[in-house]
């Protein structure tokens, strides 16, 4: 059973920095794309960052030149760096895990049907 496990929210002033992490526990063969998302109150959910197997990244025209993602394949990890905070990037951050291949004993992890999990969302506040 995979799932993931989110930290490094919480409370920093404007300007200031926090690393957001999230790890994919369980038996895994492969992760094809690890993503950040955010969600402000009363928006909707948008992708803010991912990263590719071949550790090319995106990252949302808003955090460019503050925010950077980073994964660990072999230790199934994500993280988001995040700098230079304003008060419109509080919110809650969720990371998601694209193309997941488990482990599943006797088959091919080729084989395999890859699908996405989703953390449960940490809470970021920029506030002075």
């Known amino acids: 059973q995979v799932q993931l496990v989110e930290s490094g929210g919480g409370l920093v002033q404007p300007g200031g920095s926090l690393k957001l992490s999230c790890l994919a526990s369980g038996s895994i063969y492969s992760i094809s794309v690890m993503y950040w998302y955010f969600q402000s109150p009363g928006a909707e959910r948008e992708q803010l960052a991912a990263?590719?197997?071949?550790?090319?990244?995106y990252l949302a025209n808003s955090v460019k030149g503050r925010f950077a993602i980073h994964r660990d394949s072999a230790k199934n990890t994500v993280t988001l760096q995040m700098d230079k905070l304003k008060p419109e990037d509080s919110g809650i951050y969720y990371c998601?895990?694209?193309?997941?291949?488990?482990?599943?004993?006797?088959?091919?992890?080729?084989?395999?049907?890859?699908?996405?999990?989703w953390g449960q969302g940490t809470q970021v506040t920029v506030s002075s």
């Open positions: 998601r895990m694209g193309g997941v291949r488990p482990v599943v004993p006797g088959m091919d992890p080729i084989s395999v049907r890859p699908r996405d999990y």
């Open positions: 990263v590719m197997s071949n550790n090319s990244t």
